[in-house]
């Protein structure tokens, strides 16, 4: 059919519209405060466009205490929201079909259980668990090595994650029961190959696992292999990782042929969501972040070959506090913007035949190949969590990363270099970011009590027998988990029960390696730390605490790595310690100066903890304090006490570990 040319004269053969694939799924990572406030936010943003849900859980709910544990202080509702029971768990879904939504959950050591409260309010809305659709990412092996959310040790956690895959094949068959989570190991310093060998083995032992069952038929197995999914990560330098994830899929179509037998093309098809890099988003000059969270998405979504099948990507000013509504509106339409306004959905794959894009494909896949084989001869990867040589290798990269900032050979835009900024109205005056007040963790303490007290005891405390039951007999702990969660049994109560059975553990925390620093670059702290042993008569000693149940402990590691190879003597407990433990901590090895590393956004009350613990014990050492901390809360910090507070901002580790080494010495002048 011909039209006129609107400019006028000649007529134009009309444009035949090309088909356009259909886009991924848009989803924005939230929940913070309760669950009646996430359920208005997920709400809000559904009717905005958004595509799917993806739940983020307070570091309680994760870690498995109820809100009212000594550990949960001053976490409640700060990174997420907090869920302790089905009433929360109602809250948190109502008005939202749950057999209509896509629901991702971003839950790992309490999965199972958090599942099972999904499945029973599903079950309340007369939704057919056939049709239920989203994923749990279930992924243990990565939180020993650094998001730090894990509960109990890695084999009965391997068990837990087999159990939700096992269970989910037969009554939820649409649910992705896991992600293979690659995303944090970026965060911790994975280099690429070490992000695609260490998903890629840990997804092989999960594999191996479900094939060890006895009741897993070899007809289900292909199936249940076709439901593993994976959650990666994307950084700046977009080329590389556009081609890790075309290795990605070439990895994964090779292992699940050669090492399992999987026939069917599309049960080896590798699935994955992503969430692009947080590490990288800066504190100066935050404006720029739009522009690194637009290119990181990129080299996720424009190989048609290697795109991913949900994306969420984080605010422009998540490296400032919790991002507001409009914030998250602004990634929405990042994501809406590139699948609706371009051509990109109408193409194949704009990369197949490049020589540059396969050549750096096979680099990848045969380093990473190698280092698989490593770690398959140490016996796979819960061998090389428990020994401790993953969490190294990570920690290592990531000094190595950091070295590369310091010294400028790694630019980052107005942190390292083109520093000299005008100022932001973007994050000028206030309410720029999302504060979660103290108020949300007595209301939760409030609703916690109500909730035991109106329910049926003998039914729960008879509904966790059989989960104990069910945990020793090393059968399926699903059914066990939904009666639980059907007869009002806490998130603490569950994780208890278990606790119980399995133990907790304590994951090596990566810093007790061989020197991991740069010796011509450590010159100028290595005279500090010099100056500082000089009026000390010996080394300061350096106590870096972790309080709460912040897991991010790169940023404590790299200190107490850094500190250690200036000269200090440094002790680093690891992850989850209560302000007593860290106070008697500093008591036990007469610590000269205590850090504090909180990105929970839980400081106020844990520092305010921590120094008052110090004054009734009568010590009067210094505390410095890092974290994602507002001016405000700065200022707070410092009105506590707090000799030095160190943000995302302050990049220079040695500048930070010679701050240290001074005021050590002064606090003990």
Same mark, same amino acid.
């Given at each position: 059919?011909?039209?006129?040319?609107p400019s006028?004269?000649?007529k134009?053969?009309r444009?035949?519209?090309l088909?356009?694939?259909?886009p991924?799924?848009?989803?924005?990572?939230a929940g913070?405060?309760?669950?009646s406030e996430?359920?208005?936010?997920?709400r809000?943003?559904?009717?905005?466009g958004?595509?799917?849900l993806s739940v983020?859980?307070? #570091?309680?709910?994760?870690?498995g205490?109820d809100?009212?544990?000594v550990?949960?202080?001053?976490?409640? +509702?700060?990174?997420g929201?907090?869920?302790?029971?089905?009433g929360?768990m109602?809250?948190? /879904?109502d008005q939202i079909?749950?057999?209509?939504m896509?629901?991702?959950m971003?839950?790992?050591?309490t999965?199972?259980w958090?599942?099972?409260?999904?499945?029973a309010?599903a079950d309340?809305? +007369?939704?057919p668990r #056939?049709?239920?659709q989203?994923?749990?990412?279930n992924?243990?092996?990565?939180?020993? #090595?650094s998001?730090g959310t894990?509960v109990?040790p890695?084999?009965?956690?391997?068990q837990?994650?087999?159990?939700?895959?096992? /269970?989910?094949a037969?009554?939820?068959?649409k649910w992705?029961?896991?992600?293979?989570c690659s995303?944090? #190991?970026?965060?911790?310093?994975?280099?690429?190959?070490q992000?695609?060998s260490?998903?890629?083995?840990?997804?092989i032992?999960?594999?191996?696992s479900?094939r060890?069952?006895p009741e897993?038929?070899?007809? !289900?197995?292909p199936g249940?292999v076709?439901?593993i999914s994976?959650?990666?990560n994307?950084?700046?330098?977009?080329?590389?990782?556009?081609?890790k994830?075309?290795? $990605?899929?070439?990895?994964?179509d090779?292992?699940?042929l050669t090492?399992?037998?999987?026939?069917d @093309?599309?049960?080896?098809?590798?699935r994955?969501?992503?969430?692009?890099?947080?590490?990288?988003?800066?504190e100066?000059q935050?404006e720029?972040?739009?522009?690194?969270?637009?290119i990181?998405m990129?080299?996720?979504?424009?190989s048609?070959?290697a795109?991913a099948?949900?994306v969420q990507?984080?605010?422009?000013?998540?490296?400032?506090g919790?991002?507001?509504? $409009?914030?998250?509106?602004?990634?929405?339409?990042?994501?809406?913007?590139?699948a609706y306004e371009?051509?990109l959905?109408?193409?194949?794959?704009?990369f197949?035949?490049?020589?540059?894009?396969?050549?750096?494909?096979e680099?990848?896949k045969?380093?990473?190949?190698? !280092?698989?084989?490593?770690?398959?001869?140490?016996?796979?990867?819960?061998a090389?969590?428990?020994?401790?040589?993953?969490?190294?290798?990570?920690?290592?990269?990531?000094?190595?990363?950091?070295?590369?900032i310091?010294?400028?050979?790694?630019?980052v835009?107005?942190?390292?270099k $083109?520093?000299?900024?005008?100022p932001?109205?973007?994050? =000028?005056?206030?309410?720029n970011v999302?504060?979660?007040?103290?108020s949300?963790?007595?209301?939760?303490v409030g609703?916690l009590?109500?909730w035991?007290?109106?329910r049926d005891?003998?039914?729960? @405390?008879?509904?966790?027998? !059989?989960?104990a039951?069910a =945990?020793?007999e090393?059968?399926n702990v699903m059914?066990?988990?939904?009666?639980c969660?059907k007869?009002?049994?806490?998130t603490g109560e569950?994780?208890?029960?278990l606790?119980?059975? /399995?133990?907790e553990?304590r994951?090596?925390?990566?810093?007790?390696t061989g020197?991991?620093g740069?010796?011509?670059?450590?010159?100028?702290?290595?005279?500090?730390?010099a100056?500082?042993?000089q009026?000390?008569g010996?080394?300061?000693r350096?106590?870096?605490?972790?309080p709460?149940?912040?897991?991010?402990?790169?940023g404590a590691?790299q200190?107490?790595?850094?500190?250690?190879?200036?000269g200090m003597?440094v002790?680093y407990?690891?992850?989850?310690?209560?302000? !007593?433990?860290i106070?008697?901590?500093?008591?036990?090895?007469e610590?000269?100066?205590i850090?504090?590393?909180?990105?929970?956004g839980?400081?106020l009350p844990?520092?305010?903890?921590?120094?008052a613990r110090?004054?009734v014990?009568?010590?009067?050492?210094?505390v410095v304090?890092?974290?994602?901390?507002?001016p405000?809360?700065?200022?707070?910090?410092?009105?506590m006490?707090?000799?030095?507070?160190?943000t995302p901002?302050d $990049?220079?580790?040695?500048?930070?570990?010679?701050?240290?080494a001074?005021?050590?010495?002064k606090g003990?002048g």
């Amino acid at each position: 059919m011909n039209a006129i040319d609107p400019s006028g004269g000649s007529k134009v053969q009309r444009d035949k519209p090309l088909p356009r694939d259909k886009p991924w799924i848009f989803r924005t990572y939230a929940g913070h405060s309760d669950a009646s406030e996430s359920n208005k936010l997920y709400r809000n943003n559904l009717a905005k466009g958004q595509t799917g849900l993806s739940v983020a859980f307070d #570091l309680p709910t994760q870690t498995g205490y109820d809100p009212d544990h000594v550990l949960a202080r001053g976490e409640v +509702g700060k990174v997420g929201v907090p869920v302790s029971h089905l009433g929360d768990m109602r809250a948190l /879904f109502d008005q939202i079909p749950l057999a209509q939504m896509n629901t991702s959950m971003t839950i790992n050591a309490t999965a199972a259980w958090l599942l099972s409260l999904y499945i029973a309010v599903a079950d309340e809305q +007369g939704a057919p668990r #056939l049709a239920l659709q989203g994923t749990t990412q279930n992924d243990l092996v990565k939180e020993y #090595l650094s998001r730090g959310t894990y509960v109990f040790p890695p084999r009965p956690s391997m068990q837990l994650t087999t159990d939700i895959v096992v /269970f989910t094949a037969r009554e939820l068959p649409k649910w992705n029961p896991t992600n293979v989570c690659s995303y944090h #190991l970026q965060e911790a310093g994975a280099s690429p190959v070490q992000e695609l060998s260490y998903a890629l083995a840990t997804a092989i032992a999960l594999l191996d696992s479900i094939r060890a069952q006895p009741e897993v038929s070899e007809a !289900e197995f292909p199936g249940i292999v076709g439901r593993i999914s994976f959650f990666v990560n994307a950084g700046m330098r977009f080329i590389t990782e556009l081609c890790k994830m075309r290795a $990605f899929v070439d990895l994964w179509d090779e292992i699940t042929l050669t090492r399992y037998g999987i026939q069917d @093309e599309a049960m080896r098809r590798f699935r994955y969501g992503v969430q692009v890099n947080s590490l990288g988003l800066t504190e100066p000059q935050p404006e720029n972040n739009v522009y690194r969270i637009l290119i990181e998405m990129l080299a996720v979504t424009l190989s048609k070959k290697a795109r991913a099948r949900a994306v969420q990507l984080p605010a422009w000013n998540e490296a400032l506090g919790l991002p507001r509504p $409009f914030d998250q509106q602004w990634s929405l339409r990042m994501q809406q913007v590139l699948a609706y306004e371009t051509d990109l959905l109408e193409f194949g794959d704009i990369f197949d035949g490049s020589s540059a894009i396969d050549a750096k494909v096979e680099e990848l896949k045969t380093a990473a190949l190698e !280092e698989l084989a490593k770690i398959d001869a140490m016996g796979g990867a819960l061998a090389a969590v428990e020994s401790g040589y993953m969490k190294q290798a990570l920690v290592e990269n990531g000094a190595r990363r950091i070295e590369a900032i310091e010294r400028g050979e790694q630019v980052v835009i107005g942190v390292n270099k $083109f520093t000299t900024s005008e100022p932001s109205p973007l994050s =000028a005056g206030e309410g720029n970011v999302v504060t979660v007040p103290d108020s949300v963790e007595l209301e939760a303490v409030g609703r916690l009590k109500a909730w035991r007290s109106q329910r049926d005891t003998k039914a729960a @405390e008879s509904a966790l027998a !059989e989960l104990a039951s069910a =945990a020793k007999e090393t059968r399926n702990v699903m059914p066990a988990s939904i009666a639980c969660a059907k007869a009002g049994v806490t998130t603490g109560e569950w994780a208890q029960a278990l606790r119980e059975i /399995f133990g907790e553990y304590r994951a090596p925390t990566g810093v007790d390696t061989g020197k991991a620093g740069d010796d011509p670059g450590l010159a100028t702290v290595k005279a500090a730390v010099a100056r500082a042993t000089q009026k000390l008569g010996r080394p300061p000693r350096f106590l870096v605490g972790k309080p709460g149940l912040d897991g991010h402990s790169n940023g404590a590691e790299q200190i107490a790595v850094r500190a250690r190879d200036a000269g200090m003597a440094v002790n680093y407990g690891g992850i989850r310690q209560t302000p !007593e433990e860290i106070v008697t901590q500093a008591q036990e090895t007469e610590a000269d100066i205590i850090g504090l590393s909180i990105l929970s956004g839980s400081h106020l009350p844990l520092v305010r903890d921590v120094t008052a613990r110090l004054r009734v014990a009568g010590m009067t050492i210094p505390v410095v304090v890092g974290g994602i901390i507002p001016p405000d809360d700065e200022n707070a910090l410092r009105n506590m006490g707090v000799a030095a507070v160190y943000t995302p901002k302050d $990049f220079a580790l040695d500048g930070i570990i010679a701050d240290v080494a001074g005021l050590a010495a002064k606090g003990k002048g």
